[in-house]
């Protein structure tokens, strides 16, 4: 028997909620787990508009997602209320991996772009004797890759200069955003957020690398960068 939700229970209301501003744009059949041979789950590829959250802390997870395009950050607050936007994911990115246990969520995921995400659920028996396959073959490359990348965004933006770390950002969204368009450029408090600074100190940075030329703005949230250049700065290789 698989454990279903009762549609009248408040983790269902808000999870129902959340996912409201979610646009389906197609179904495919593909990763998931079974709750049966015969009838795998269809993991639903949505849109999601930049700005809306995809989900939030303490909901309950049933699904995985991995990012088809755009991009996707995911946040977590300290016990003093003080905001760390963790990561950022873009195409082939997998996120909301708190499902494979189905507990609750420990963070928040916000889309920084328009993207399109595929929903995975996961479904599992109860009882002891149930057969679950805990990794689809073409998922499990998509979580070592997904831990990988964490580190090294770790590593990056959490050592050396304030400059070096907003550098370090804007090369990770570099790598993120398709070749020759504008990156995706995070507001001065996001920015700080991130990599561990003031809004004023990111302010100054961002302002001093557009002087330099680095960085050119391009619309409200916007920039095109120059790569070579900053991966000359930073040593990060392309």
């Known amino acids: 028997m698989t454990e279903v939700l009762s549609k009248a229970s408040p983790a269902h209301a808000r999870a129902h909620r959340d996912m409201a501003h ?3 744009v197609g179904v495919t059949m ?3 787990f079974q709750d049966h041979p015969a009838r795998p789950p ?10 809306q959250r995809v989900y ?4 309950l997870a049933t699904c995985c997602y991995i990012v088809h395009s755009g991009i996707v950050r995911l946040e977590k607050y300290s016990a003093e209320g003080e905001r760390c936007i963790a990561h950022l994911l873009g195409p082939g990115g997998v996120f909301g991996l708190d499902a494979l246990q189905q507990v609750f969520r420990d963070t928040d995921a916000w889309a920084c772009t328009d993207v399109v995400i595929q929903k995975i659920p996961v479904l599992r028996h109860l009882g002891p004797s149930a057969a679950v396959d805990p990794f689809h073959p073409d998922l499990t490359p998509r979580l070592l890759r997904h831990f990988h990348e964490a ?3 770790t590593a990056q933006i959490t050592r050396g200069t304030a400059r070096r770390r907003v550098v370090c950002l804007l090369l990770r969204l570099h790598a993120l955003s398709v070749t020759g368009q504008a990156i995706w450029l995070p507001s001065r408090q996001e920015i700080a957020d991130m990599v561990g600074i003031t809004h004023v100190t990111a302010s100054r940075i961002i302002a001093q690398l557009c002087r330099e030329k680095a960085v050119t703005r391009v619309g409200t949230h916007g920039a095109m960068v120059d790569d070579v250049r900053l991966r000359a700065e930073t040593g990060v290789p392309g």
Do not use: D
């Open 42 to 51: 269809a993991p639903h590829v949505v849109q999601v508009k930049a700005g």
């Open 30 to 32: 593909g990763v998931g």
């Open 151 to 153: 580190l090294e965004w």
């Open 56 to 59: 939030q802390t303490h909901g």
């Open 22 to 24: 979610l646009r389906p």
